[in-house]
């Protein structure tokens, strides 16, 4: 009976250890940026862990009046490419810190 409250015990400074590592790691992560682009390059944006859009370039030639659209449509496609690469950079790290533990879906 109490050979199962050590057991528990471990279990349960493994998780706050795990948790105070995962904390860190987030706080990392706020600071790295990532970097997207669209068009060939045209349309460039950066956006840090946080998912905030930190700076956007627009190449002169992806301006063209007559097909905003475009353009629009080129911003677009850049954010979604940064923000998907955000999703990756977090859930690889995370990854790294849980291999090998057995977690349900959802946890990180």
């Known amino acids: 009976m109490f050979g ?5 015990q471990g279990m349960m400074k493994k998780m706050q250890k ?19 682009s669209a068009g060939g390059g045209v349309v460039t944006v950066v956006a840090n862990g946080k998912k905030e859009l930190v ?22 496609a850049a954010v979604n ?4 690469k955000v999703d990756e950079m977090s859930e690889r790290e995370m990854s790294k810190l849980t291999a090998g533990m057995k977690l349900p879906p959802g946890m990180l």
Do not use: C, F, W, Y
Request: a negative charge; aromatic letters at 0%; proline letters at 4%.
């Open 81 to 84: 490419e940064a923000m998907r």
């Open 4 to 8: 199962n409250m050590g057991n528990m």
């Open 18 to 36: 795990l948790q105070a590592e995962m904390a860190k790691l987030q706080e990392d992560l706020k600071s790295r940026t990532i970097e997207a």
């Open 55 to 76: 700076s956007v370039k627009i190449d002169p030639s992806a301006v063209d009046p007559e097909d905003v659209d475009m353009l629009q449509d080129l911003l677009l």
